[in-house]
């Protein structure tokens, strides 16, 4: 819906143009490669739109290569990952993994939510496996939206993220 | 006996074939859940759910997942050699207890071949709706996928009977559909397996928001069947409510109920229930069982029949869409891919590169589901399209929990309740 025009790669003018629009900057929405629910992706796309951000939404079933691509070509001020499927926290290993073997990738946020397992909630110990691996944040299918609202408006504004070499190895 | 079969004899003996979504990783546990399933105290078939990583071909995940005893949301047809299935079927699946696959794969050809292999040969799907709900595969892929796997299902030629696929057309993304735009797709799919050759097909159509309009739509959908499907052997096959669930007991029993009302008072031979895990998690064996067995006491408590007029709204909104797509391409395939291109089937809040997505939908105050926007659906004249206000995300939510939070009511009275089942 508010997917960006140019891409945030291109130089620093665009980034200022970025920035006088009144946007708090670029989040990616995204599944993970199994799970193709996408009514969680609508809802979030309408959510983090709302608390100013302009967002692109990747849609059902985004394979690990494709997360990867759209996150150092947009670099985005966080990627929101969403599971419902009961395969994320298999899914969210891998992925936090792959992400943040990649060195520019190494301290963008990245948080996971969803229904993340076949049981209900994730047990302490596997909540922990993720943030351990990379996740800055997890939330429950039971949080509702306040500790992710909360969340989001603690990110820095995308003017203090901006002195970013155009190679990216500055992150 | 085939499925089939199994199904026209027990409507015969004026019971409603219930059925579970199920399905476990483990060849054991997917043992017990099907002789469960044949023991319950209903008139039930058994069904094989597959795993997500199987649907997306992701054997990889999947073997990593069983070997490391993580769980899978489904039984991985493909990593378990066929002789790991045949055992797990042996002495279960007989002619009084046929046992139906379903997956949900736009790229299914291992799937089919593993479920041939192993004995299997009802199961379900559709050009369309196993794609646009179920991956970002291209459309037109799909189709050709489906084109193919029908031809090995027939080349099979069962000892048991003919081959039997189900369409998933009347579910697609589960809610806030228009039930015209089901009722076309469920059709338009079971034409394009009458075409290749297939005889033995079941029509599906998912309970929705309103139960008159339900009941049209199921009218609509025998008529158009009746029309199309000249010499085939069909039935219809109602899915309990595929959107947001009931979070209470009460609640998800009580819409489960619903569901197996508009099955009976449609005549409808099959229906495929949800449990009251549904709205927190994988269910187990033995909620599974239990909804089985409320659907089939809901079933028998319902002895009236629905009377609706032939050509309702649902029936005249789903012909016009049928019509438009045969006017596409003499192939049905072709004129699937093209029809959506143009816009003249569009599903609301589908997400998939392959839908214009121009098309919305909306809750109107008697529950039922009609059209905001028709973007280049081919239905100017034959309904009106009613704006709406801008969507945002609490007026999503509450489009989405409009059937849930009524049947949750039931449950709560007016106080303020815990959600049970969650914290399993
Ligand atoms: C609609 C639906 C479908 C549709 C989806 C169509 C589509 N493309 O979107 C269809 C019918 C196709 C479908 C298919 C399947 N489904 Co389904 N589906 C549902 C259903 C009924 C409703 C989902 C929904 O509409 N949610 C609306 C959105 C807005 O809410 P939400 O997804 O619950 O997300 C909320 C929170 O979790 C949170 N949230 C989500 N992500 C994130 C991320 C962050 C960062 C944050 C902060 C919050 C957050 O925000 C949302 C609003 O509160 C649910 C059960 C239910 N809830 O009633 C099952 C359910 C999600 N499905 C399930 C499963 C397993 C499947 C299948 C794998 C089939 C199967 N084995 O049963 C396939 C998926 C195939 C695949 N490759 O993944 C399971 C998952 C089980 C689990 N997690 O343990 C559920 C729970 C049903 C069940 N009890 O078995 N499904």
Redesign the pocket.
Same mark, same amino acid.
């Given at each position: 819906m508010t997917e960006r025009l140019h891409d945030l790669h291109s130089d620093r003018a665009d980034r200022a143009d970025e920035v006088l629009a009144g946007g708090r900057g670029t989040v990616i929405v995204s599944s993970m490669a199994?799970?193709?629910?996408?009514?969680?992706l609508?809802?979030?796309e309408l959510l983090v739109g709302e608390l100013g951000f302009d967002v692109v939404n990747l849609g059902?079933?985004a394979p690990d290569e494709l997360l990867e691509y759209e996150c150092l070509s947009r670099r985005p001020v966080m990627l929101?990952?969403?599971?419902?499927?009961?395969?994320?926290y298999q899914d969210g290993l891998r992925v936090i993994q792959r992400l943040r073997g990649c060195r520019p990738l190494r301290r963008m946020p990245v948080?996971?939510?969803?229904?993340? $397992?076949? $049981? *209900?909630a994730l047990t302490q110990e596997q909540t922990g496996q993720l943030l351990l691996a990379g996740f800055d944040a997890v939330?429950d299918?039971q #949080? *509702?939206?306040g500790?992710?609202r909360r969340f989001a408006a603690a990110l820095p504004s995308p003017a203090g993220v901006l002195p970013m070499p155009a190679e990216g190895a500055g992150a | 006996m085939s499925f089939e079969e199994f199904v026209a004899r027990s409507h015969a003996a004026g019971a409603l074939v219930v059925q579970p979504?199920m $399905?476990f990783g483990d060849p054991t546990a997917m043992r017990a859940g099907l002789a469960a399933t044949r023991s319950a105290r209903a008139v039930t078939v058994g069904t094989l759910?597959?795993?997500?990583y199987t649907?997306?071909r992701d054997t990889a995940s999947a073997e990593h997942a069983l070997r490391n005893g993580l769980p899978l949301?489904?039984y991985p047809i493909v990593n378990h050699p066929p002789e790991v299935t045949r055992g797990m079927l042996a002495g279960l699946m007989d002619a009084d207890f046929p046992v139906q696959v379903r997956h *949900?794969s736009a790229r299914p050809a291992d799937i089919f071949r593993a479920m041939i292999a192993a004995g299997l040969h009802a199961t379900e799907g559709g050009p369309v709706s196993y794609c646009?709900?179920?991956?970002r595969t291209p459309l037109d892929e799909a189709v050709r996928n489906w084109a193919f796997c029908t031809d090995l299902l027939l080349a099979a030629e069962p000892e048991g009977g003919r081959p039997h696929v189900e369409t998933f057309g009347g579910?697609?993304? $589960? #809610?806030l559909c228009p039930p015209s735009e089901l009722v076309a797709l469920s059709v338009l799919e079971a034409l394009f397996f009458y075409r290749r050759g297939l005889r033995s097909i079941s029509v599906s159509y998912a309970q929705q928001t309103n139960m008159e309009q339900d009941q049209e739509a199921v009218s609509a959908l025998r008529g158009l069947c009746a029309e199309l499907l000249p010499e085939a052997t069909w039935h219809v096959v109602i899915y309990a409510y595929?959107?947001?669930?009931p979070r209470t007991e009460v609640g998800a029993l009580s819409l489960l109920a619903g569901a197996a009302e508009l099955a009976v008072t449609t005549g409808s031979e099959r229906l495929i229930v949800k449990?009251t895990?549904?709205?927190?998690?994988?269910?187990t064996v033995a909620e599974n069982v239990a909804a089985l067995e409320h659907a089939h006491l809901a079933a028998r408590a319902t002895i009236h029949r629905a009377t609706v007029a032939a050509d309702n709204q649902v029936y005249r909104e789903a012909a016009a869409l049928v019509d438009a797509v045969l006017n596409c391409h003499e192939d049905l395939g072709r004129a699937l891919v093209i029809a959506f291109k143009r816009g003249l089937l569009d599903v609301p809040f589908?997400l998939h590169p392959d839908n214009a997505g121009q098309a919305r939908s909306f809750l109107d105050a008697e529950g039922r589901l009609g059209w905001s926007e028709l973007g280049s659906l081919p239905l100017r004249g034959v309904v009106e399209q009613r704006r709406q206000a801008a969507l945002t995300s609490s007026t999503?939510?509450s489009a989405?929990s409009h059937v849930?939070s009524t049947h949750d009511a039931l449950a709560f009275g007016d106080h303020e309740t815990v959600a049970i089942g969650g914290q399993a």
């Open positions: 199994s799970d193709s629910h996408t009514w969680n609508v809802y979030l059902a079933c929101v990952l969403s599971s419902v499927n009961g395969h994320g948080v996971l939510g969803g229904k993340l $397992g076949t $049981g *209900g939330f299918d #949080q *509702g939206s500790s992710f | 979504r $399905g759910t597959l795993d997500s649907r997306v949301n489904g *949900g646009l709900p179920y991956s579910c697609m993304m $589960g #809610q595929m959107g947001l669930f449990t895990a549904e709205a927190h998690r994988i269910p589908c999503l939510m989405l849930q």
